[in-house]
């Protein structure tokens, strides 16, 4: 499966799993709203997921793939597969006691990550509940990222990219049962739990279906493990920098009124669809094909998969940007204004959303300049730059919460990573050369967001619609006039699509 077609599968699985998160998302703002209980249960869904993109995304799966591909490639398939099943041991040994110590120590975990909580509070009491019953599903997602490491090596992007979509109907389900609970946050924490147990039986089933052997094995700290974990030790680093890069929001917000954890979630909902579809293409796909490349030292093949990721990423992510920054009241509104989220959560949502807008393009472009690092098993040079950023972010979120409250933490997120592209832009330069067509690409791709832009803030003012309906009919504008501008500028032909599907 050539790069665009396993982008485009990817992204398109992708897609699916998050408009069943926003119906989801939608039912949680009735039903949850953006208070006390709604804080607490973000706060229990946000712990499992930061040390899953430390242990899971972050690091083992950016370390494991280039050296599993690579036993592929120089050992043999048997000898890969005994790999993975080595390291599936070796990680349920190591998360397991660290799953249960953490749920034991919750209490005193919570006051580290979320100090505006006060004990004896509703925040500080249900966060402690709901985080103990959710955490394990670090564990299971943990195991279930290696497996779709896995399947990711051997072309099959499918399942991996289709198994959130059990998230989302657990979730789902969650809120349907949620009378039978104490609350409903303890029903949304149960539904997180089982989702996890759901998308590992159904990755593990899947392997079998694909006859790819893969069996735990007794944890042995062998040579490959041994260089596994020197691949992952700066990967965890820099998974955990930028995670720290997230959770200082969180932290921050914690500090604020009740509600503005919640606004942070809901904002972040709506920027991860982009991210999320474009992001998670990239990096699932990518990384396979182009660690294939580099251990093959094809160096034309590693350039031209470089090239096309970052316009596929920039062709998405601009527009996507423009648009929810434009219309970031109407999108909030239509989805979330409804039952317990009112239209002063909207307001603050809307403005956080905006804030992180800014930032999006630059998420992606990260997703691809890491990529290419990381296939060439250089973990180190990303840790490093991921550092700066942080550091920066967090003196940043410090000074603006005092003069713009939850925004300020968000726009100081969006701008720290801004600065994370130029720093790799900047040492890149005399490795990652742009061919003037691709420059002038990239500059049309601009120009058309910029016009899809203004369509977008003209719609806004003249339509006079129900907020829902208006959302549609500007959601549909956006993309028509994208369309038409990127058709009509040359940035893309019907010819190019034809091929790129081909390819």
């Given at each position: ?30 039903v ?9 249960f ?13 242990t ?18 120089r ?22 006691p ?42 299971l ?62 990755l ?30 700066p ?36 920027n991860?669809?982009?991210?999320g ?23 034309q ?12 990423g ?71 730059i ?98 038409f ?6 940035v893309?032909?019907?010819k ?8």
């Amino acid at each position: 499966m050539r790069l665009f077609k396993a982008l485009a599968t990817v992204s398109l699985l992708t897609s699916l799993s998050r408009i069943g998160g926003f119906i989801r998302d939608i039912i949680m703002a009735a039903v949850l709203g953006a208070g006390p209980v709604a804080d607490a249960f973000f706060i229990a869904l946000k712990m499992p997921n930061m040390f899953r993109r430390i242990t899971a995304e972050g690091a083992l799966t950016v370390a494991f793939v280039p050296t599993y591909t690579e036993k592929q490639e120089r050992e043999g398939q048997d000898s890969a597969s005994d790999y993975a099943g080595t390291v599936a041991g070796v990680l349920s040994a190591v998360l397991i006691p660290f799953s249960i110590l953490i749920i034991w120590l919750m209490p005193y975990v919570m006051g580290l990550l979320a100090p505006g909580f006060e004990i004896g509070e509703t925040r500080y009491t249900y966060g402690v509940e709901f985080s103990r019953i959710t955490f394990f599903y670090l564990t299971l997602m943990s195991l279930a990222a290696l497996m779709g490491g896995v399947m990711n090596a051997h072309n099959r992007f499918v399942p991996f990219a289709a198994a959130p979509v059990l998230f989302n109907v657990c979730l789902i389900g969650g809120l349907l049962i949620s009378g039978y609970f104490d609350t409903v946050g303890h029903a949304l924490s149960w539904a997180v739990l089982f989702s996890g147990v759901l998308q590992f039986i159904f990755l593990w089933v899947c392997m079998k279906a694909y006859k790819i052997r893969f069996n735990f094995k007794k944890p042995i700290f062998n040579s490959d493990i041994k260089k596994l974990f020197k691949l992952m030790g700066p990967g965890v680093v820099g998974a955990g920098v930028a995670q720290i890069n997230l959770f200082v929001d969180v932290i921050l917000a914690s500090l604020l009124p009740a509600g503005a954890i919640s606004a942070l979630y809901y904002a972040d909902r709506l920027n991860q669809l982009p991210l999320g579809i474009v992001g998670v293409a990239i990096g699932t796909a990518l990384l396979p094909m182009m660690a294939r490349a580099v251990s093959a030292n094809d160096t034309q093949r590693a350039s031209q998969l470089f090239f096309k990721s970052l316009f596929f990423g920039l062709l998405l992510a601009l527009p996507a940007a423009v648009a929810l920054g434009c219309i970031s009241n109407t999108l909030i509104g239509g989805l979330f204004e409804r039952g317990e989220f009112t239209a002063d959560n909207t307001a603050l949502t809307a403005n956080v959303l905006k804030a992180y807008a800014i930032g999006l393009p630059a998420f992606i472009l990260t997703k691809v300049y890491a990529t290419f690092y990381f296939s060439r098993q250089d973990t180190i040079t990303p840790v490093k730059i991921s550092a700066v950023t942080t550091i920066l972010n967090t003196l940043m979120s410090l000074a603006a919460i005092n003069y713009l409250g939850i925004i300020g933490i968000a726009l100081a997120t969006s701008v720290a990573m801004w600065i994370q592209i130029f720093i790799y832009v900047f040492i890149t330069r005399h490795e990652i050369i742009l061919q003037p067509t691709e420059t002038k690409k990239i500059l049309a791709t601009v120009l058309c967001a910029g016009l899809m832009g203004a369509c977008l803030l003209l719609g806004n003012y003249m339509i006079v619609m129900p907020i829902l309906v208006k959302m549609f009919v500007l959601v549909a504008i956006g993309i028509a006039s994208y369309t038409f501008f990127v058709f009509i500028t040359g940035v893309f032909s019907i010819k190019e699509i034809k091929n790129y599907l081909k390819k």
